[in-house]
């Protein structure tokens, strides 16, 4: 059974920096773990993605300004966001994405609970 716990959102001002982590337990060890936003009154979008073998991907609304990282002894990942902005504003999900990263929340099989990150002046 894996389990995904968030944690490190909160409030930002606009161009501030966030992390936010993501520690695993169960066997995820061959999983491409994402992360996943809602805004309100928006459809869940995938913003980055890292493969098993440690291969990063982005969307094109973060890619620039957000990093994936990975601490396979933890077995916590991690999203350094930089540069955020008032369209950051979301709950963000950490979940076990394809093995190729295809970022579609449909294709999601486990989901953590999600940390609220906010960006405001």
């Known amino acids: 059974q894996v389990q995904l716990v968030e944690s490190g959102g909160g409030l930002v001002q606009p161009g501030g920096s966030l992390t936010l982590s993501c520690a695993a337990s169960?066997?995820?060890?061959?999983?491409?773990i994402g992360w996943f936003r809602q805004a309100p009154r928006k459809d869940r979008e995938g913003v980055s993605c890292?493969?098993?073998?440690?291969?990063?991907h982005y969307s094109n609304a973060v890619k620039g300004r957000f990093t994936i990282s990975r601490d396979d002894t933890s077995n916590t990942w991690y999203l350094q966001m930089n540069n955020l902005q008032p369209d950051d504003t979301a709950i963000y999900y950490c979940?076990?994405?394809?093995?190729?990263?295809?970022?579609?929340?449909?294709?999601?099989?486990?989901w953590g609970k999600g940390s609220p990150v906010t960006v405001s002046s």
């Open positions: 169960g066997t995820v060890e061959y999983y491409a």
């Open positions: 979940a076990t994405d394809t093995t190729y990263c295809s970022l579609k929340f449909w294709l999601v099989d486990h």
């Open positions: 890292i493969t098993a073998d440690g291969t990063p």
